[in-house]
């Protein structure tokens, strides 16, 4: 049985890896960006560095959430399969039943949330290429350090359609059911722009 504390802590959980894939992906945007031109040239080993471990946090994080591993506690598909196949708590179906009295967009049946992991789903497989490559990544790169990195390669842009993805999974799911929507904008603050800027002083 799926039980709100549940779905909170589901919740929780996948904020804390949506929060680092928000900021990895940004600084991989600031590091290729024309910008930073002069920061690449001038301090390549530094820039180097920072590439190649924002690059393994971001993989490694994408892969928590999009793999499909017993080992992983937490993903996209095993959410999806729980709210599709176990019946809801009490507490859960109260907060369906009181945003049926709200004029925003939430969910307001378990039907409701079958839709959503539907178009989940069908996105998911949409994605699917750029998901293998994650996994590969992860599996057969960063996890074992083969250095054939080019293999798997996964572009910056491609990244970031991911973790849009990913950020719009977590909206369409926990903040139509708890009618509070994550800003991740916000993780900009967080991101290397002002210390490049300072570098470059």
């Not at 499909?68 to 729980?82: A, D, E, P």
């Not at 004029?103 to 949409?126: G, Y």
Request: net charge negative; charged share 30%; hydrophobic share 40%.
């Amino acid at each position: 049985m799926l039980t709100s504390n549940e779905l909170k802590d589901w919740g929780e959980d996948l904020k804390s890896i949506l929060f680092d894939i928000n900021i990895t992906t940004n600084n991989l945007y600031i590091l290729k960006h024309e910008n930073s031109n002069s920061f690449r040239s001038q301090h390549s080993e530094v820039y180097l560095n920072l590439w190649y471990q924002q690059y393994f946090i971001c993989i490694i994080q994408l892969a928590k959430l999009f793999s499909v591993s017993v080992q992983q506690k937490r993903n996209i598909s095993k959410l999806c399969k729980k709210i599709t196949i176990e019946d809801f708590d009490d507490d859960l179906n109260q907060i369906l039943l009181l945003n049926k009295t709200k004029m925003n967009d939430v969910l307001k049946s378990k039907e409701d949330f079958i839709l959503v992991v539907a178009e989940i789903t069908l996105e998911m497989k949409n994605k699917s290429v750029i998901i293998e490559k994650i996994k590969s990544l992860r599996d057969k790169v960063f996890a074992h350090t083969d250095p054939n990195i080019s293999e798997y390669d996964i572009s910056v842009e491609d990244l970031i359609c991911l973790k849009d993805f990913a950020n719009k999974i977590y909206n369409d799911i926990f903040g139509k059911i708890f009618d509070e929507y994550y800003p991740f904008q916000l993780t900009h603050k967080y991101d290397f722009r002002s210390i490049i800027e300072a570098f470059m002083k």
